[in-house]
């Protein structure tokens, strides 16, 4: 059962003049915010968002059958600001779940969905609207931080592909490496009409965003990005999808095996996929595989704590890393150097021993590296 507060059409977006003289609509935007046991995370990630001032906001949070008092939250910071809309249900269906009910109700030009245990970051809202003002993109891809317990950051390792981005806008055709942005749905901001029409939605479970971020890259005519940190991501939560050991992890390879679904069907109906293109989705893939089979829970980095792979299931993974190289790579695919060719190399070759027996190595070096860089 699922009780909603309705959902009103958004108010009349304010007007922006353009070079021309002639006003046009500013583009409203609708934030997406799925809430489940995050009792403790959620007021600031409500005042994080709320805090930006403007009638073409909308915020509608999903109470996915919230075991704590999340419910409560919700319903004093609606009492605040009717901005905010709460849609509940009466017990939990899960975060994929969530996402899709909510872009039905949407009513902005755009949807930003945003994790409840995260937060916006200061001036993110006027960023993302000048942005998608100035090219009306059908996504637009931001900038964020890694937030640790205790309150460090570090910058998004990946922020230069934002760099490739020209003004007017991309395709993914155009600029390839765009698909090493990351994988998560709260890193975009959608055109919701553009969204709705992929015919692609959340998946239940983890690893849910790939396919629907993939769709909408291969899609999109105009990718547009701004290089303004716009999000707070949570590192290592307790209890966090992407901080929890669990077998759900292989649900990767489902996600990465849809996408490939999909480059194949646009080849076969004629659309565009060149061999440039085909090989960066193959080696953002093999990557994401060993990100996930190498990343601990809390205390990212240290070697000895459990990964997000539980033990008895990494050879598993391991061999299902092997057989999607295998099946697709490309012909003419050339491995990247330095570690991660190596890293590549031992995958194609099905040497889980020694791959295993060099993750450690592998760790020590990356958990030595951030420790130099905040020297």
Known sequence: MVGAVPIPTLPQPCKAKRDSGVERAM??????VPVYGVADYLPGCLDSILSSDGDDLEVIAVDDGSPDRCARILEDHAA?????????????HGQGHARNLALGMAAGDYVWFVDS????????????RAALDSSLPDMLLIDWVNWYPGGRTEPNP???????VPDAGCTLE????????????????????????????????????????????LEAKVIGATDHVCYRYRRARKGAAMATTSHGQLAVFDSYQRVFEMLAKRAADGSQVSDELYAAIFQRAIWHYTNVLQSTGPGVGRVGLPGLVPRADRKQFFERMHEDFV????PSYEHPPGARGAKFRLI???????????????????AAGRLIGRG
Not at 158 to 164: A, N, P, R
Not at 327 to 330: A, D, E, G, L, N
Not at 349 to 363: D, M, V
């Open 27 to 32: 583009p409203g935007v609708s934030v997406i």
């Open 80 to 92: 605040q600001d009717d901005r905010l809309h709460v849609v509940r249900l009466d017990h939990n």
């Open 117 to 128: 245990d995260d937060m916006a970051a200061i001036g993110a809202l006027p960023a993302i």
């Open 158 to 164: 990946d922020s230069g592909v934002l760099s490739t």
């Open 174 to 217: 155009q600029q390839p490496k765009l698909i090493d942005h990351t994988m998560t749905s709260w890193s975009k901001v959608f055109r919701r009409d553009f969204l709705r029409g992929l015919d692609v939605g959340f998946a239940d479970g983890i690893h849910e965003d790939i396919v629907v971020t993939c769709a909408a890259l």
């Open 327 to 330: 099946r697709y790579r490309p």
């Open 348 to 366: 194609e070759r099905g040497a889980y021993r020694t791959y295993s027996l060099l993750e450690p190595l592998t760790q020590l070096r990356a």
